[in-house]
C-alpha cells in the first residue's frame, strides 16, 4: 500500500504554508505528523486535511549546550495542536538575553524554518516554529 | 509451549541463571571498545568455570562503535578476541541507552526456551574519544530524525521536558523540584564513592548541583549523567548447566521490554509507558510485585529520570517519587535502595554497556559482595534500562 503522506510531502506542505494531518475514517482522530496508520486506532483508512497551525505549549526547555551543527541557545518545546496532536518544534520571538517567562500554556501559531541538508540528516530537514500568538 | 501460553501464563521452560559478571571501570579509557569488552567478558568467564570456547553465543550492545571508532560488525570481532568459537553467532543489539539490557533479555529467552545453555551478554562503548559536541548530536539521534531531530532536542533536553511537565501536573513548584532534583544527584554520588569502578567518587552537594552550568533549562550539569568509556558482560546458562559454573546462582526470575513512539506522539512524558509495560512484564513473570524488590539499579541519566522511574516501576505513587528521595527513603538503608552503585550518574553511562553494569550490580548485591555498599539481606533486584526516546525499557528482575 501506498504510505498516505510521506515525511517529504509533509516538509512541502510545510513550506507552502500548510500544516497537514491525517484525518482517520474510522475513529476521527486526526495524526500529525504522519503515520502509515492513525496513531489513535491503527486504521489506514486516512484522508489529508489542513490543520488551523493553532495550539499551546504543553512544555519546552532552553538548550544551552548544543549539538554540532546547531547553535545555542534556542527553545524546544512540545505544542499541542487545536485538533488535539503533539508536535516538537522551535519557540521563536522570544528574547534570550533575558530570563525566559513561564512559556507553559502560551498559545502559538505554526510556521517552519528549513534546516539544510548536512552530514548524516537524511536530506534536507523542515522544523515547525511556534510564534507566540 | 507457544508464545500465548508464555504471555499468559507467565512462565518459561526451563530457569536461566547468572555464573560469572565482569565489569572495566568507568571513565575515561584509551582502550578500545573490543579491548574493554574482552576485559569484562573474560572476567566473567573465568568466574564461570568454563573456556570462551564452551560459550554458545555472544549478545553485544554497541550504540555509536561507528561514530566513536568507526567500527561497526563489532559483535563477531568481540568474539573472536575471546577465543570464541567460529560456530558461535555474534551479534550486535542497538537499543540506544538500554542496548545491553535487550542484550541480556535476549540472551535469557533463547536459554529459557532451551535453544542453547551458555550464553555471554553485555555491552561496551567508548563515548568520551568522540567530544561534548559530537556525543551530543550523536546521542540525540534516539531522536525521531524526521520530527524532532532537526530541532537540536538533545538528551538532557528531553528529559528537561519530562521535568518541566513534572512539575506543572503535579504542582510542585520548579525550585522545589529541582531541589529534589539535586538530592538524588547527591545520593548516587554519596553511593559512588562506595564503588571502586564507579566514573566518579567524589561527593558532591546540593549547591553543587544548583551552581553548575545550565544544560537545558532547567538541567544543570550536575543533574545529567557524564559520557564515560567502559563495558560489562554477565554469562548466562540454564539450570542444568549453572551447577558446574558457579554456587552462587542468581537466577533470573523475569523479564520485560517495551517500546514506544516518539515523544511528541507519548505527550505526558512523565508516565513512560514503555517502562510500566516492560515492567509489569518482569513482575508477572516472575510473580512478584514492587514491594518484593530489595534493590534496584535503575536508568537515571538524568535526575529528574530517577525520579519518574522509581514511580513507573511501582516504588511510588506517580507524583510523590520526589519527595521519597528527601525522606532518604531510596538511600542505602532506605525503604527501597535505588542505584547503590552510584547509578548512571555517578558510576558513569558507557550507553552501549550500562544494562549490563546494571545487572553486575545486582548480582554483586544478591551475593553479598558489594563491600560498604551492600544493601544488607538483599534476595531480589532489580534492573531498569531506558532508550532512546523514551522509547526502549527493558526491567529485570533477578533473585537467588
Known amino acids: ?97 533575558k530570563p525566559v517567562g513561564d512559556l507553559t500554556g502560551t498559545k502559538v501559531r505554526c510556521g517552519c524554518r528549513i534546516v539544510p541538508p548536512a552530514k548524516y540528516t537524511g536530506g534536507e530537514g523542515v522544523v515547525l516554529t511556534f510564534s507566540p500568538a | 509451549m507457544g508464545i500465548q501460553e508464555v504471555w499468559e501464563g507467565g512462565i518459561t521452560t526451563r530457569r536461566v541463571a547468572v555464573a560469572g ?22 572476567e566473567a568467564i573465568n568466574g564461570s568455570n568454563i573456556r570462551a570456547l564452551d560459550i554458545q553465543a555472544l549478545f553485544l550492545g554497541n550504540v ?28 550486535r543489539i542497538e537499543g540506544a541507552c538500554a542496548s545491553a539490557s535487550v542484550a541480556i533479555r535476549d540472551a535469557f529467552v533463547w536459554v529459557a526456551s532451551g535453544f542453547y545453555d551458555v550464553v555471554l551478554a553485555g ?70 564513592v562506595k564503588n571502586p569502578l564507579a566514573h566518579f567518587q567524589k561527593e558532591i552537594s546540593v549547591e553543587t548541583v544548583l551552581n553548575s552550568p545550565m544544560v537545558a533549562d532547567p538541567l544543570q550539569l ?51 509507558v514503555a517502562r510500566e509495560k516492560a515492567a509489569f512484564q518482569a513482575y508477572r513473570m516472575a510473580g512478584l510485585t514492587p514491594a518484593d524488590i530489595d534493590v534496584c539499579e535503575l536508568h537515571d541519566c538524568f535526575t529528574i529520570a530517577e525520579i519518574v ?30 542505584n547503590p552503585s552510584g547509578g548512571l550518574k555517578s558510576k558513569g553511562h558507557p550507553i552501549g554497556a550500562t544494562g549490563a553494569a546494571q545487572a553486575y550490580e545486582i548480582v554483586k548485591q544478591l551475593r553479598g559482595e558489594c563491600g560498604d555498599r551492600q544493601i544488607e539481606g538483599a534476595r531480589v533486584g532489580m534492573t531498569d534500562t531506558l532508550g532512546g526516546d523514551l522509547a526502549t525499557v527493558v526491567n529485570v528482575i533477578y533473585g537467588i
Open chain 2, 123 to 192: 555491552g561496551t562503548e567508548r563515548t568520551t574519544v568522540m567530544g561534548t559536541s559530537l556525543a551530543t548530536r550523536t546521542f540525540a539521534m534516539g531522536s525521531d530524525s524526521r520530527y524532532e531531530g532537526f530541532t537540536g532536542i538533545t538528551f538532557p533536553g528531553a528529559f528537561a521536558m519530562v521535568a518541566r511537565l513534572y512539575s506543572e501536573k503535579y504542582g510542585i513548584p520548579l525550585e522545589k523540584l529541582k531541589e529534589r532534583m539535586a538530592m538524588v544527584a547527591v545520593k548516587n554520588h554519596k553511593n559512588g
Open chain 1, 1 to 97: 500500500m501506498t504510505y498516505p503522506l510521506t515525511h517529504k510531502q509533509f516538509y512541502e506542505g510545510l513550506k507552502a504554508g500548510r500544516l497537514q494531518g491525517l484525518k482517520c475514517k474510522a475513529c476521527g482522530a486526526v495524526t500529525a505528523p504522519p503515520k502509515i496508520c492513525c496513531a489513535e486506532c491503527g486504521a489506514t483508512e486516512l484522508e489529508v486535511i489542513l490543520l488551523s497551525g493553532r495550539g499551546k505549549i504543553k512544555t519546552y526547555t532552553v538548550i544551552r549546550v548544543a549539538p554540532e551543527e546547531f547553535n545555542a541557545p534556542y527553545i524546544v518545546a512540545m505544542t499541542e495542536l487545536d485538533e488535539g496532536p503533539w508536535v516538537m518544534g522551535n519557540v521563536e520571538g522570544i528574547d534570550l538575553t
Open chain 2, 309 to 338: 522511574a522509581c514511580e513507573g516501576l511501582g516504588f511510588f505513587e506517580f507524583g510523590k517519587g520526589s519527595s521519597a528521595v528527601e525522606r532518604g527513603e531510596t538511600a542505602i538503608g532506605g525503604r527501597i535502595p535505588i
Open chain 2, 64 to 91: 555509536l562503535g561507528d561514530f566513536e571508532e568507526g567500527q561497526m560488525n563489532i559483535a563477531p570481532l568481540c568474539a573472536y578476541e575471546l577465543g570464541m568459537s567460529v560456530d558461535a553467532p555474534a551479534t
Open chain 2, 222 to 272: 550536575f543533574d545529567c549523567c557524564p559520557f564515560s568509556d567502559g563495558a560489562a558482560a554477565v554469562v548466562l546458562a540454564s539450570e542444568e548447566a549453572i551447577q558446574r559454573m558457579t554456587d552462587k546462582p542468581v537466577y533470573v526470575l523475569g523479564v520485560g521490554q517495551g517500546s514506544n513512539g516518539p515523544l511528541y506522539r507519548q505527550k505526558d512524558i512523565t508516565r513512560i
Open chain 2, 21 to 42: 559478571v565482569g565489569m572495566t571501570k568507568f571513565g575515561q579509557s584509551d582502550k578500545s571498545q573490543v579491548e574493554m569488552f574482552a576485559e569484562a567478558a573474560m
